[in-house]
């Protein structure tokens, strides 16, 4: 199954993207990460990723989650995953990346600490 990535601009100016498909290796990997690099560009910045279509995450993906945190939050921002299926959560989890990215079980978890953060 090919990635898919769409985008969403909330009246809050939160960026919600929901990727479909497996995030490996490959071209399609690298457009969600253009995706996020471009977001940065333009200081759209409080982001949610949610991953609830994606059944599988092999290293490269694991390396483009992280590498698209890091982009996010050296501009400021805040950078948060939702929707975990239980297989791509245990990768995160035995690799210890669950230790540096933020996650919440849904897109409205996240987007209400996005907004609490701001408004704190």
């Given at each position: 199954m090919?990635?898919?990535?769409?985008?969403k601009?909330l009246?809050?100016?939160?960026?919600?993207?929901?990727?479909?498909g497996?995030?490996?290796?490959?071209?399609?990997?690298?457009?969600?990460?253009?995706?996020?690099?471009d977001?940065?560009?333009?200081?759209?910045?409080r982001?949610?990723?949610?991953?609830?279509?994606v059944?599988f995450?092999?290293?490269?993906?694991?390396?483009?989650?992280v590498?698209?945190?890091?982009?996010?939050t050296?501009s400021?921002?805040?950078?948060?995953?939702t929707?975990?299926?239980?297989?791509?959560?245990n990768?995160?989890?035995?690799?210890?990346?669950?230790t540096?990215?933020?996650?919440?079980?849904?897109?409205?978890?996240?987007?209400?600490?996005?907004?609490s953060a701001t408004?704190?």
């Open positions: 090919a990635l898919k990535v769409d985008r601009s009246e809050s100016g939160i960026e919600v993207v929901t990727v479909s497996s995030l490996t290796l490959g071209r399609d990997a690298q457009h969600f990460e253009w995706t996020i690099e977001m940065v560009k333009n200081l759209q910045n982001i949610v990723v949610d991953l609830s279509d059944p995450v092999d290293s490269a993906g694991i390396g483009i989650l590498g698209c945190h890091g982009k996010v050296k400021g921002g805040q950078f948060r995953l929707g975990l299926t239980d297989r791509v959560l990768v995160l989890r035995i690799t210890k990346v669950d540096i990215l933020a996650m919440n079980p849904t897109v409205a978890d996240a987007v209400l600490v996005l907004t408004q704190a």
